[in-house]
């Protein structure tokens, strides 16, 4: 009689318990994420797709005296009053000749780093004058600038030429070519190798923005 009444309890138990756990949900779906989780996943993407665009060098230094057709511009170095009358100016004089306008300091280092001389235009209390980008250094935060011709006299290793902070060259340099430079080159550049070198370093959409006259 007692186990009788064990198993009829036994088995009243295990009969509710199936009742309550019921059928399986039907129709259940994955949890959508989140838009903040949405936001961070693209967020992340975005920082991938940025640093995979090379950083500019720390610094970089052109020889100007191993540029026989700067010096020779140099040597018959034109009046300029602003440094696009250069391209009419020196027609027959230079055969390759580039102006690039909207530029910044930023890429007139990606040039010395490419290897192109950039030629600017500095106004100093009125007066201004051409020059040329002969080295940088972000450690210092210096950039140092220079006639080839006064170069080849007095060598690379003194220093010739001036240093300028970065801050003071952009003030100088604004005034001067209004953010313009011109690269004089053995090998005709035109809009389309310009931005490709630039694109080594800067984004699509920033490099759009330079402009190139060339011939």
Known sequence: ???????????????LLLMSCGPAPQGERMPIPSATHSQSTSGAATTRAASATPALPAAAAIDVTKKPLLKAFFRNEPDANRLEDLYATTRGKVQNLSVVSNCNLDVLKAFVATGWTPVILLRRSGKGGLTTVMQYDDADQQIQIGNPLRAQRKGLRTRAGQTLTYSDFKKEWATGSGNKCVLITPKKLDEISIHAALKKYFPKEQVDRIQVRSR
């Open 1 to 15: 009689m007692h186990n009788y009444c064990f198993h009829t309890v036994c088995i009243f138990a295990l009969c």
